[in-house]
C-alpha cells in the first residue's frame, strides 16, 4: 500500500516563503513521477508542479518562477518550495504519485495515489 504524507504548510504573509514536504512509504520512490496540485475554497483541484526521477519538471504557468519541485530520492521525500507567496496560493496543497508514466502529466486522473493535503494560508 502507497502512503504519502504532506507537511510544512501554515499561515504565511504574502511575499513570504513556504517549503512543502511529503513522504512516500510502500513503493521504490526514485522510479516515479511525483505531483503537487491545489484546491481552494470552491474551486477544482488544479496542477502546481511535477517532477518525473529522471530530472524533468513541469510547472504551472501561475507558480513558475517562483516555486521549485525538488526530490531526495534517498529519503522518499518530495518537496515544494514555494516562494513570493501570493494570496491567490492560499489552498490545500496535495501530493500525488504517478506509478505509470515516464513522463509528466498535469492532469489528476493520471495520479494513482495521494496524499491528505495541507492547508495552506496566504495573508494580503
Known amino acids: 500500500q502507497v502512503q504519502l504524507v504532506e507537511s510544512g504548510g501554515g499561515l504565511v504573509q504574502a511575499g513570504g516563503s513556504l517549503r512543502l514536504s511529503c513522504a512516500v512509504s510502500g513503493r521504490t520512490f526514485r522510479n516515479y513521477v511525483m505531483g503537487w496540485f491545489r484546491q481552494a475554497p470552491g474551486k477544482e483541484r488544479e496542477f502546481v508542479a511535477a517532477?518525473?526521477?529522471?530530472?524533468?519538471?513541469s510547472y504551472a504557468d501561475s507558480v513558475k518562477g517562483r516555486f521549485s519541485i525538488s526530490r531526495d530520492n534517498a529519503k522518499n521525500t518530495v518537496y515544494l518550495q514555494m516562494n513570493n507567496l501570493k494570496a491567490e496560493d492560499t489552498a490545500v496543497y496535495y501530493c500525488?504519485?504517478?506509478?505509470?508514466?515516464?513522463?509528466?502529466?498535469?492532469?489528476?486522473?493520471?495520479?494513482?495515489?495521494w496524499g491528505q493535503g495541507t492547508q495552506v494560508t496566504v495573508s494580503s
Open positions: 517532477m518525473w526521477s529522471g530530472g524533468n519538471t
Open positions: 500525488a504519485i504517478d506509478l505509470w508514466s515516464t513522463v509528466v502529466y498535469t492532469t489528476t486522473d493520471a495520479y494513482d495515489y
